[in-house]
């Protein structure tokens, strides 16, 4: 298999808390992999940790083939992130940012590659306007398309479609959908939003306090887990009202 | 979608990207470049009235005519030096944006380096009108000095930068609980930077202390210029090295601040 993402007994602790244990994955080359859990699941602290901004306690990361541990910045010219939890500068204009991060990540015709972007987001007349003057759906479709101006083979999404109203995330998921279908890019979505991970992911990754609970595609982990959608799966991971993965297991193979 | 050629890029490229980024910023508001010569300037008239007032009551300024605004204007480029490379690192951690810098290739010596040259832009541009307000004022030209001015300059610039990027791995690391260290820690040097006075009047055990930093050397060589028309090489050397070695040492405690933040997770959490 070729691995676009390839990460071994990764662990981080802050002091006594560990908030990632021993999480190993590896996500084919234009796959989707949904990272699933509660609030303190080490969702996000997994994308910090594989994006570079955070050091891992032990463990290995292979991106696109290079060890991020010693040599990101051979790699993180082909990557690119999307956060809620990371802002871009208010007083910037949406086109000054992506110009901006155009030239950090060397984008080549870079005005072409706004015009470009400006048109698949939707971005219009917000382009010219200060990013802080902007509303939550378009702040994210200006994210989306810092996320997306170097055309990235690897993109780490932490909860795209946070605090946008139902006709935006529609928008936004349907966007990622045939973004990621067209570029046949490796896209990495950690999210406790179900119906996105059903409808993006080809495989979950359900995480509770920092370790992998269970992992399958969601059809998979529905089945497996006895119900009906991935938000019922969720709620039993997260109320323990779960069987043992073993248990689930036996279940599937009796099946 | 049309195939987009993303190419690695230089180091200058990145440096010149987080450039742009704070030009963009400081040109878009008038009140932000006056801000720049707002504090110089204010300094500057007040010192000109006051050397204009001892130059009759005191020989010392007498003889030199411009010597304490000269002071004064030398101090406020090391400031600015430090203040302007602070602001744009403030700048980042205002707006929660070092998560999206340090995700891209941009490393730690490019950061360093593209606001170190936002500081530069921004002393000039502070800097540039109150020297020609002294002009105006006071027929003070600090250009007068003469290409000792340009050593001068980038050696109080440099220290400045060495302590604005020691300060901004203490902002990262600590929080923005520690941002007043930002505007004031530059000022607990005044008194042993001989900026108005000779290092001489010091005690013995502060001189010392004086003559391990170079804005000594610079204030000195500023005096011995003005006042008796010599260049002393040997105070332009010290300077020079010295504003060498805290720049290196300043960025070596920003790299270490950096890493400890890499290592907490502070990269991506840091903001208002």
Same mark, same amino acid.
């Given at each position: 298999m070729d691995a676009a993402i390839d990460v071994r007994h990764l662990r981080k602790e802050y002091g006594k808390v560990v908030a990632v244990d021993d999480l190993t994955f590896v996500v084919p080359r234009g796959a989707v992999l949904g990272l699933l859990g509660g609030n303190g699941a080490g969702k996000s602290t997994t994308i910090s940790m594989l994006l570079g901004l955070l050091v891992p306690t032990s463990g290995e990361i292979r991106i696109l083939g290079e060890d991020m541990l010693r040599h990101r910045f051979r790699v993180l010219p082909r990557m690119n992130l999307s956060s809620p939890y990371v802002d871009l500068p208010h007083r910037?204009?949406?086109?000054?940012?992506?110009?901006?991060?155009?030239?950090l990540y060397g984008v080549a015709d870079l005005p072409r590659r706004i015009d470009q972007l400006a048109e698949q987001l939707d971005l219009g007349e917000q382009l010219d306007r200060p990013f802080g003057h902007l509303s939550s759906g378009q702040k994210t479709?200006?994210?989306?398309?810092?996320?997306?101006?170097?055309?990235?083979?690897?993109?780490?999404l932490d909860e795209p479609t946070a605090s946008l109203d139902p006709d935006t995330?529609?928008?936004?998921?349907?966007?990622?959908?045939?973004?990621?279908?067209?570029?046949?890019?490796?896209?990495?979505?950690?999210?406790?939003?179900?119906?996105?991970?059903?409808?993006?992911?080809?495989?979950v990754i359900l995480m509770q306090t920092g370790k992998v609970f269970d992992r399958g595609a969601p059809a998979d982990l529905i089945a497996r887990f006895g119900r009906d959608t991935m938000e019922e799966v969720f709620l039993d991971m997260a109320r323990g009202r779960q069987r043992s993965v073993e248990e689930l297991r036996k279940v599937e193979a009796a099946q | 979608m049309t195939a987009v050629e993303a190419q690695h890029g230089s180091a200058l490229r990145r440096v010149t990207a987080l450039v742009l980024r704070h030009w963009y910023i400081l040109?878009?508001?008038?009140?932000?470049?006056?801000?720049?010569?707002?504090?110089?300037?204010?300094?500057?008239?007040?010192?000109?009235?006051?050397?204009?007032?001892?130059?009759?009551?005191?020989?010392y300024v007498a003889q030199a005519a411009g010597i304490l605004i000269a /002071? &004064?204007?030398?101090?406020?480029? %090391?400031?600015?030096?430090?203040? =302007?490379? @602070? $602001?744009?690192? !403030?700048?980042?951690?205002?707006s929660r944006n070092l998560g999206h810098l340090f995700a891209s290739p941009l490393r730690p010596i490019e950061f360093a380096a593209g606001i170190?040259?936002?500081?530069?832009?921004?002393?000039?541009? /502070? &800097?540039?009108p109150v020297t020609? %307000?002294?002009?105006?004022?006071? =027929?003070? @030209? $600090?250009?007068? !000095?003469?290409?000792?001015?340009?050593?001068?300059?980038?050696?109080l610039q440099m220290f400045g930068w060495g302590v604005g990027l020691a300060i901004s791995g203490m902002v990262l690391r600590k929080g923005l609980g520690a941002e007043t260290f930002a505007w004031a820690a530059v000022f607990i040097l005044l008194p042993v930077s001989g900026v108005y006075y000779p290092i001489s009047v010091l005690p013995g055990w502060l001189q010392t202390i004086a003559w391990a930093l170079p804005p000594a050397y610079v204030f000195e060589g500023m005096r011995a210029v003005l006042a008796n028309h010599a260049v002393r090489l040997e105070l332009l050397a010290g300077a020079l090295?010295?504003?060498?070695?805290?720049?290196?040492?300043?960025?070596?405690?920003?790299?270490?601040?950096?890493?400890?933040?890499?290592?907490?997770?502070?990269?991506?959490?840091?903001?208002?």
């Open positions: 910037l204009t949406a086109r000054q940012n992506l110009a901006v991060y155009g030239r479709r200006v994210t989306l398309a810092k996320a997306l101006v170097n055309a990235p083979a690897v993109l780490l995330a529609d928008w936004v998921r349907a966007f990622l959908k045939n973004y990621q279908r067209d570029t046949g890019a490796t896209i990495l979505l950690a999210s406790h939003n179900m119906p996105e991970v059903e409808r993006l992911c080809d495989d | 040109r878009g508001s008038w009140l932000r470049i006056v801000e720049l010569a707002y504090w110089p300037a204010v300094q500057m008239v007040m010192w000109g009235f006051l050397s204009q007032f001892l130059a009759n009551q005191a020989s /002071g &004064m204007l030398l101090w406020d480029v %090391l400031v600015r030096g430090q203040l =302007g490379l @602070s $602001i744009s690192f !403030l700048e980042e951690m205002w170190v040259t936002m500081s530069l832009i921004r002393t000039v541009v /502070g &800097m540039v020609l %307000l002294a002009l105006a004022f006071f =027929g003070f @030209s $600090i250009y007068s !000095l003469g290409w000792p001015l340009v050593a001068f300059f980038f050696t090295l010295l504003s060498m070695v805290y720049l290196a040492i300043g960025f070596g405690c920003f790299l270490w601040l950096f890493n400890g933040a890499r290592r907490k997770g502070l990269l991506s959490t840091q903001g208002e």
